[in-house]
């Protein structure tokens, strides 16, 4: 069976320092991968989707940025964080095929920027 | 682009009573449905799914759906809530064919008290 893997679960971090969330899936191969940014009252906000190693659509400008290294791999990456970063980060995914409508969540990461 | 609306933000229900949960999406062409849920402390998940065939969908633990294309829209019901059903609900909207991206909504609290 497939599961997706997110980590770590809570982040603490200074303004200014770098970040990094990786997200691994297994059990499937060559899915769509998915960042999302969860905000109360402003439901999922797409911030990135890869339907390939090395290939990153960027839905919204922002502070950071998306990479997949390895076909079920996927990492989301600042060089600088900002308070505003501060957030609920959902990684997701999706198979091929008629499987490609349904997304498959991590359990999040709770990133807090102070 | 798409987008949906779901036009209660939290609602409070004892048990038993019923639920339904409204849903809108602006899109004019051909779309693929989802309601997702989230309970607390678990990963966000498919509720139910709509396709094609069927307007009227069921999903897991008596939840259902229907989807009237005139009204663009898909609303989630539930005729005897549990405090179990606990949960935020996201309404989700993609255009059919090929990729295409999941927009979600703001998604709706809802508190059953027993």
């Known amino acids: 069976s497939q599961t997706i893997h997110q980590w770590p679960a809570t982040l603490v971090q200074p303004v200014g320092s770098p970040l990094s969330l990786e997200c691994t899936v297994e059990?499937?191969?060559?899915?769509?991968l998915y960042w999302y940014r969860q905000a109360a009252g402003r439901g999922l906000q797409l911030l990135f989707y890869s339907v390939g190693i090395g290939q990153i659509s960027s839905e919204v400008p922002q502070n950071l940025s998306a990479s997949r290294p390895q076909d079920r791999q996927f990492i989301l990456s600042s060089k600088k964080l900002l308070l505003s970063d501060s957030g609920f980060y959902l990684c997701?995914?999706?198979?091929?095929?008629?499987?490609?409508?349904?997304?498959?969540f991590g359990a999040g990461t709770r990133l807090s920027v102070l | 682009a798409q987008s949906v609306s779901q036009h209660n933000h939290h609602v409070i229900l004892s048990e038993a009573a019923s639920l339904e949960l409204g849903c809108n999406y602006s899109y004019g062409g051909t779309v693929n449905l989802f309601w997702y849920v989230q309970y607390p402390g678990q990963h966000l998940q498919l509720l139910l799914k709509y396709f094609s065939g069927d307007p009227l969908v069921k999903g897991i633990k008596g939840f259902e759906a229907e989807f009237i294309k005139s009204k663009f829209s898909f609303n989630l019901r539930k005729p005897s809530v549990q405090w179990s059903d606990t949960a935020e609900y996201f309404c989700?909207?993609?255009?059919?064919?090929?990729?295409?991206?999941?927009?979600f909504g703001i998604g709706t609290k809802l508190q059953v008290i027993p």
């Open positions: 997701a995914w999706s198979g091929q095929w008629v499987a490609k409508n349904i997304q498959y």
């Open positions: 059990g499937t191969s060559n899915p769509n």
């Open positions: 989700a909207v993609k255009r059919s064919g090929g990729y295409q991206k999941v927009t």
